[in-house]
């Protein structure tokens, strides 16, 4: 809902250890994280949150873990070594 009168809350990131990433204690993590986040958003009326993936590692199962949350996903992240 970029431009527009509604105001929507981004995260460019949320950072869990990689000897957490794939187990179960790392996906609680992820979930109360996001939870977090959407508290503090809706307390400050946000109508969306967003979530941005920074990193190239394990899209498939990062995109089947938001979708199934209820995301959408809404465009892509670019990156250029210089």
Known sequence: MLYTKYLSS???G???SPSYRD???GGRVVLKLLHAYRVWAKQRQ?????????????LKKIHR??????F???G???SMEI
């Open 14 to 16: 949320f950072y869990v």
């Open 23 to 25: 187990t179960l204690l």
């Open 72 to 74: 959408q996903m809404v």
């Open 76 to 78: 892509a992240n670019y």
């Open 10 to 12: 981004s995260v460019l």
């Open 65 to 70: 873990f938001f979708k199934k949350l209820g």
């Open 46 to 58: 946000a109508v969306e949150i967003q979530v941005h993936v920074t990193h190239g590692f394990n």
